[in-house]
């Protein structure tokens, strides 16, 4: 009876037991599942970087490449450049020039002989028919004649220049309008260029072009073609060099057209200005720990910069760039590089 009272006491001290080991595990994990949830009530905070809103000037540009060359007539001056050819065949008799030679114009470049007649009898007898007329012991038709028949056996320099081109050597044969020489004034240049017709509605002469090169140079557009070239659907344009520009004829050039100047605008990073759900640009505005969208309209852009106005824009203002793409409309951010246990933000201006 004794043993039987002992085992029935013994049962019930461990159902006690488990009974209140049940009860401690229950409380202890409601107080588990209160602790868990206990973060989704602390606001998440977004690591990002930052920049700086700046007053500046930007363009917009036509870009595109261009080659050097002499600069055309104009109504007040007459080309640069000329290619000089034979004006009857024969064999060059003497070249009086070389590549590279600076010459005035009248000068004889080559001199010719062509059948019986050789450069220096011609030259004689034109000399001669002008003594007699200043005589008045021959006609003007004789003394026309003579020239003539003396400037079909030279090439003459039409312009003063350099020679950029020479063709031919003593005792080669030409023939009529083959190609002899070339002089340019190598300080009357220009550059043209070929732009498609879709980039140039702003074109308009008077407008700065800047030539990228060695050393970058700035000339004007002084020509803008009224017509598309229906083979390739582009606009000829062309601009005026300085006589310094130091460029070269036939050289290959980039050439930037500033079609437009915006001067004293805020710009933003590029990369702050995002699109958002709706498909509108905003910016990330700072403000203390937070960051906060703000709708912009947004203009020019150059050199990784972007034309922005809007409400609330001002100078030296911070903006999210790093991080600013599908950030929420209004959240904590922490600035990257900033100690852990700090999310107040401390811009530094871009420079």
């Known amino acids: 009876m004794k043993q039987k009272q002992i085992l029935i006491g013994g049962v019930i001290v461990v159902v006690l037991g488990l009974g209140i080991y049940a009860l401690v595990k229950s409380r202890g994990s409601a107080s588990g599942s209160d602790d868990e949830a206990a973060p989704e009530n ?5 690591t990002v970087q930052l920049g700086t809103i700046k007053q500046m000037t930007l363009h917009h540009y036509v870009s595109g490449y261009g080659t050097v060359e002499a ?7 007459p080309a640069a450049g000329a290619q000089l050819a034979a004006s009857s065949a ?3 008799a003497k070249v009086n020039a070389i590549a590279g030679q600076q010459v005035q114009k009248g000068d004889v470049l080559a001199e010719l002989n062509s059948g019986t007649a050789t450069f220096d ?7 001669r028919q002008k003594k007699l007329y200043e005589q008045q012991n021959t006609s003007l038709k004789n003394l026309q004649d003579a020239e003539a028949q003396l400037a079909a056996l030279q090439v003459i320099a039409p312009l003063s220049g350099t020679v950029t081109r020479l063709a031919v050597k003593p005792g080669e044969a030409v023939d ?6 070339e002089v340019i004034d190598l300080s009357r240049l220009a550059v043209s260029s070929e732009t498609p017709a ?33 083979k390739n659907g582009t606009i000829l344009t062309r601009a005026l060099l300085p006589a310094d520009s130091g460029l070269r004829p036939g050289q290959f050039v980039q050439l930037k057209i500033v079609t437009a ?14 699109t958002d759900e709706s498909g509108h640009s905003v910016i990330a505005l700072v403000n203390g720990d937070s960051a906060a969208q703000t709708p912009v309209t947004t203009g020019l852009r150059e050199d990784g910069w972007v034309e922005i106005t809007g409400a609330g824009l001002k100078e030296g203002a911070s903006v999210v760039t790093l991080g600013a793409y599908g950030l929420p409309e209004k959240t904590k951010i922490r600035v990257l590089g900033a ?12 420079k």
Do not use: R
């Open 121 to 127: 009898s011609a030259q004689a007898q034109a000399e």
């Open 176 to 181: 009529v309008n083959m190609p002899v020489a």
């Open 261 to 274: 100047v915006h001067t004293n605008c805020l710009a933003a990073p590029s990369e702050s200005v995002v």
């Open 339 to 350: 100690a852990d246990e700090s999310t107040t933000t401390n811009s530094t201006p871009a």
């Open 42 to 46: 602390v606001p998440s905070v977004v």
């Open 90 to 92: 024969g064999v060059v």
């Open 198 to 230: 879709a980039e140039a509605a702003d074109l308009n002469t008077g407008q700065e072009v800047q030539v990228q090169s060695a050393t970058p140079v700035t000339a004007t557009l002084s020509f803008v073609s009224p017509a598309v070239d229906a």
């Open 71 to 77: 600069a055309p007539a104009t109504a007040d001056l």
